[in-house]
Nanobody, 124 residues
Framework: QVQLVESGGGVVQTGDSLRLSCTTS????????MGWFRQNPGKGREFVAG????????YSADIQEGRFTISRDNAKTTVYLQMNRLKPEDTAVYFC?????????????????WGQGTQVTVSL
C-alpha cells in the first residue's frame, strides 16, 4: 500500500510563493514517475507538473509560464512543487500522485495512487 500525504498549502496573496510537499510511504518513490494535479469544485483534475524516474520534468503549458518547478528527493521519498508568482486562478486543491510507470503522464489515467490534497488559495 502506498500512502501519499501533501502539505504546504495555505492562503496567500497574488505574487506570493508556496512550496508544496508530497511525502510517500510504502513502496519506493524512485521507480515511478510522480505528478501534481489540481482541481476546483465541479471541474476535472488538471495536470500541473510531472517528474519522471530519470528526473526529467514536464509541465502544463497552460499553467506554467515558468512559475512552477517540480523536484524530487528520492532519499526522503518526497516530491516538491515550488510555485512562484501565484495568481488567483491558481486557487485549487492540489494533489500529488504516483505514476503507473517510470514516466509522469499528463492524464489522471496514468496514476495509481493519490494523496488527499492540500488547499491553495490565492487572494487578490
Amino acid at each position: 500500500q502506498v500512502q501519499l500525504v501533501e502539505s504546504g498549502g495555505g492562503v496567500v496573496q497574488t505574487g506570493d510563493s508556496l512550496r508544496l510537499s508530497c511525502t510517500t510511504s510504502g513502496r519506493t518513490l524512485g521507480i515511478r514517475g510522480m505528478g501534481w494535479f489540481r482541481q476546483n469544485p465541479g471541474k476535472g483534475r488538471e495536470f500541473v507538473a510531472g517528474i519522471n524516474f530519470s528526473g526529467s520534468t514536464v509541465y502544463s503549458a497552460d499553467i506554467q509560464e515558468g512559475r512552477f518547478t517540480i523536484s524530487r528527493d528520492n532519499a526522503k521519498t518526497t516530491v516538491y512543487l515550488q510555485m512562484n508568482r501565484l495568481k488567483p486562478e491558481d486557487t485549487a486543491v492540489y494533489f500529488c500522485a504516483r505514476a503507473k510507470t517510470v514516466v509522469a503522464e499528463s492524464t489522471v489515467q496514468g496514476y495509481d495512487f493519490w494523496g488527499q490534497g492540500t488547499q491553495v488559495t490565492v487572494s487578490l
